[in-house]
Structures are given as C-alpha cells and as structure tokens.
C-alpha cells in the first residue's frame, strides 16, 4: 500500500514568489492533516481536513496560505506571496477515524 | 492543561540507561493520545494509539501508560540504545474536536555510547 506521498520534496523560492505544495494521503484516509515545523522547532498544525471539508484551519498563518482538498482526495497548500519566515518543513499526514496518523515525507520549502 | 506538554524538552543517556518522559494534556474530552518517534531528516512515526485510562502498551524495550484523568501519559525506554535517539512526540485528541491531532512539543533524546 502505498504511504502518504508530498511533492516536491524540496523547494526553494524568492520572496514574493508562488508556491504550490501538494500531498497525496492514502487511499480511504478521509482526515488530512497540514503541520509545519520551522527552524527545528516544535511542529506546528496548520490545518485538516475531514474529505473536502475544513474541519480546522485555525493553525493558519494568514490569508498567503490557502489549502484545497477537492473530491477528498489529494490536497494542495498554496502559499502566494511567500515571505523568509514561511521557510520550514512542511508535512501532511493522513488517517482514518480515530487510528494513527501516517506522515508525508515532507516538503522543505526555502524562501530567499 | 490547555495544551499539549512534553518534558523534559531535551534529554542525554548513557547506553543501557531506562529513560522515561511526560506528556501531559486535556484531559476534559479526551478522545486518544499517540505516541510518535520522529528521527532526524524522517517523517514521525505512530508508536502507540492510547485510548483507555489505566492503558498500558509495549513495543519492544519501549512502553508507554495512560491517565485519562489526571490528563498525562509516560513513555519509558527500557535499556536505550543508541539507534533511540530521536524525538518523540505525544498527541491528544479530544472528543467533539473533529479529530484533530494536537501535538506536543515533543522530547529530544540522544543516547550516547
């Protein structure tokens, strides 16, 4: 079966620039999770998603940051215009209802 | 507890030493806790998924408890080796939160030979 897969795997992007993370959790997993881990420091949730459905986006930086998940299937985080903080890991997981959450590998994403 | 909390936030042994941490949470609509290992340049990985007070999992050398009503959960590592070392993260989930996995700071072990 195949695990919760992100693209790119790295990203690197000047200031002002757009960027469009996608990840594709797995088959059947209706939650979908974004979190961001920057400079090392603790992981931060961003947002999730329950199908299509926002069920939480209160981790959301502000209004550059924008998530889609049309037809519950695979889900983008686009950030326009990206600013130097916005640099980090970020990771999408997926999972069914109530079980553990399997991560993405992560997409580094370096704004200069 | 409002938020999720793991202690200490970083921790050094020696091999061979037990080792255990603390993470505390919510315990008003407390749904589940996980436990996740996460090692450098990886993506986290779910050790255990704790639901019931009085829990107690095992995997290995490494174990963990649950106290739903006082809101807090330790991990223990039994015997720790090197290939240990890691960050490991506690997340709660609370009922009537749509499941929403909140985490932890997470603790920072490195086991030293």
């Not at chain 2, 039994?78 to 929403?100: F, H, M, R, V, W």
Request: glycine fraction near 8%; proline fraction near 4%.
């Amino acid at each position: 079966e195949a695990g919760v897969t992100q693209f790119p795997s790295h990203s690197v992007i000047e200031k002002g620039q757009t960027v469009t993370l996608r990840c594709d959790p797995i088959s059947g997993h209706d939650n979908l999770y974004w979190y961001r881990r920057v400079m090392g420091k603790e992981i931060k949730f961003l947002l999730h998603f329950v199908k299509e459905s926002k069920q939480d986006e209160s981790g959301m930086p502000n209004n550059r940051f924008l998530a889609e998940r049309t037809g519950g299937t695979y889900s983008t985080l686009k950030v326009q215009p990206a600013e130097l903080e916005d640099s980090g890991v970020y990771f999408c997981a997926s999972s069914t209802v109530w079980t553990e959450a399997f991560f993405g590998q992560g997409t580094r994403l370096t704004v200069v | 507890i409002l938020n999720v909390e793991q202690s200490p936030q970083s921790l050094h042994v020696q091999e061979g030493d037990s080792t255990n941490f603390t993470c505390s949470f919510p315990s008003s609509n407390f749904y589940a806790l996980h436990w996740y290992r996460w090692e450098t340049a990886k993506s986290p990985e779910a050790l255990f998924v704790m639901t019931l007070n009085g829990d107690e999992k095992k995997k290995g050398r490494i174990s963990a408890t649950l106290n739903t009503k006082e809101g807090y959960s330790y991990l223990y590592i039994k015997g720790s080796q090197p290939e240990d070392s890691a960050t490991y993260l506690c997340a709660s989930i609370l009922t009537g939160g749509g499941n929403k996995l909140t985490f932890g700071t997470g603790t920072q072990l490195k086991v030293e030979l």
